[in-house]
């Protein structure tokens, strides 16, 4: 395991929308090494960049066509090389993004796999054996190669899915087991792949959809068996870089994959989303909601067991948002919102911020898809650097940037956060510089529940020797408490303890040292 990740907090930057140096209204490579100094400001001292490599955006670089080359939008090999060698000089981490489970269409291999001719990439997509095989079960693209058979697709169209075979065959004209050679060769070209940035010097890798490898595979029996094998190649080689799993599932993720860090997703009605984004029928039904509808028990049962299973072997990360999902915006007010990251960062795991996420950056709706994005498109929009030309963001002409900027007159920006005492910025950066403080706040503790009922607020929680109290709700609420406050660590809002009850103030937080 990575010594680093025990004190890790991340920033998840779309390279995008993040800065324009060269001024084409995309931001760069260049864009980010700039910017360093102001993501190690936050308190985030490792960094997960969304992909970089030459793709045609079909869907905003998650379909790789060249996986050694970096598109050239954002630069060269040694830019990206100045950004590693500036961050790793300022004890910081760079992860890339790794997409395992597909290429582009583009991809040299596919333009080979999709020819009549027989040769070394046949194997390396799932194709059928002729174009009139095409069982309904599966996701296939028909009749559009030299080659007679149909390919399987693992996102979009244009991304077919890469072959490691199946775990259950059950058309073996056309199935590899995932024993098989042609299978294995897969794995080896994934590994070849990660050894070219590993040794380039990157500290690792978030990894794309991460159960989506060997198919028919329910229980990701020989999806999880790829993935501890790559465990054993980072062990060996590479012991301080990491994998971050895109997968939402600890027990397969990190117990059987061998993952180091597994993303708590927002899944439709798990518990991420019932803690921070359900919506039903037009109502608020998330525990950080000021109508006081959650609960907040939903989300212990699913969380405490994961976490027991995996805190000695992994880490949970908690993310405020990422570039699939609406900005909170769209769900809390800006109370709220705060409320919401001061959990999330005295939490066990490795937490992500997402760029924006600091300042509350909103949730665009009027957008039209840029790259794939549909309605993905409106949390990558450009980041809000201050009043100038274009938010801070590119020199370009308006009309030129990769997306438009927030044009309200209250756009936030850093400029106007950073100095607000009230502000989401400050909020979160005082949380984050605590949780550095406090290593009991992060990964030096462990949690126990005070108090987390069943639609009842608010939630409490020990770390070590602090215990910690949060009620979004608009209703002030009491809680027995019996243990003595020996100091105030950090207060939003209104909370007091008197030895006895616990008094937590509607849209209030608190954290209080008790031993
Ligand atoms: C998950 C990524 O986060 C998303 O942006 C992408 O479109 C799909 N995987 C496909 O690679």
Redesign the pocket.
Known sequence: MPNWLKNAVFYEIYPQSFYDTNGDGIGDLKGVTEKLEYVKGLGCNAIWL?PIYDSPFM??G??VRDHKKIAQRYGTDADLRELLDKAHSMDMHILLDL?P??TSDTHPWFQEAKKAKKSEFSDRYIFTNCVWEAPSEYRLMCGICERDGNYLV???SS?PALNYGFYNVTHPQWQLAHDSEGAKATAEALKDVMRHWLDFGVDGFRV??ADSLVKNDDEKIATSAIWKDIRKMMDKDYPNAALVA?WCHPERAIKNGGFHMDFYLDHPRNGYARLFRLLENGENMSFFSKNGKGDVKFFLDEYIPRYEMTKDIGYISIMTN???MPRAPFYMDNDTIKLSHAMMFTMPGVPFLYYGDELGMRYQTELVSKE?GFS?TGSRTPMQWDSSENLGFSKASADKLYLPVDSKEDAPTVENQKDDPDSIYTNVTNIIKLRHEIPQLGNESSFEVIYGEKEKYPFAYRRGDYAIFVNPSAKDTSIPFAEKELERVYTIGKASFDGKTARISASSFAIIRTK
Do not use: I, L
Request: charged content about 30%; proline content about 0%.
């Open positions: 969304n869907d905003a998650y379909d997409v489970g597909h693992n996102y979009f991304q794309d959809m895109e990422n570039h699939d794939g993905r």
